[in-house]
């Protein structure tokens, strides 16, 4: 049976956001699927392999670098952009080198979405423009990972990253630019 709509797999934990995607996107003409983890993205795109998909990098079992690697794997032409929250650029930037069209941080929408598929799609893979973050915001992000480990206790996360608490509370409150 020949599809008439572009397919699109959106791997996101978050159920709210996630149904919102998956309405905005359908009702722009796309078929789409929701899955809440790496394990049900897989399974799905075994059994039918999207055209495009949606990966949050952070999902409850997985890495959402395993899930763009896996589908990669599974066809190498599924056009894949990832989404991070803060504290994951440089985590985004690994997915494009593993295959993924682009990646956009959150918060986003469908319309921003389906913009990077169409740059990703139009460019050519050296033609991505992938720019490497500073040491500086590397940092921050790590930092900002740790704190939201630690559900938001600095003491705790201060401990984490051997750093004394004060010192953490300045850093955090430096936030890099993006590059």
């Not at 952009?81 to 650029?89: A, E, K, P, Q, R």
């Not at 929408?109 to 460019?123: S, Y």
Request: hydrophobic share 45%.
């Amino acid at each position: 049976m020949a599809r008439t709509f572009p397919t699109i797999l959106v791997v996101e934990d978050d159920d709210v956001f996630r149904g919102v995607l998956v309405r905005a996107l359908t009702a722009r003409g796309y078929d789409v699927e929701g899955a809440a983890d790496a394990a049900t993205a897989i399974a799905r795109a075994t059994d039918d392999s999207p055209e495009m998909a949606v990966v949050d990098l952070r999902l409850p079992d997985a890495s959402g670098l395993d899930v763009v690697r896996e589908l990669k794997r599974i066809d190498p032409a599924t056009a894949i952009v990832v989404l991070t929250g803060y504290g994951s650029i440089a985590t985004a930037l690994e997915a494009v080198r593993l295959g993924a069209t682009h990646y956009l941080t959150k918060p986003t929408d469908a319309d921003r979405i389906l913009a990077a598929f169409e740059r990703g799609l139009l460019a050519r893979p050296r033609e991505l423009a992938i720019e490497t973050p500073s040491l500086a915001r590397v940092e921050w992000e790590h930092m900002q990972r740790v704190l939201v480990d630690c559900d938001g206790n600095v003491s705790e996360a201060a401990r984490v990253l051997g750093m004394h608490r004060r010192s953490l509370q300045r850093k955090l409150a430096k936030r890099p630019s993006n590059s």
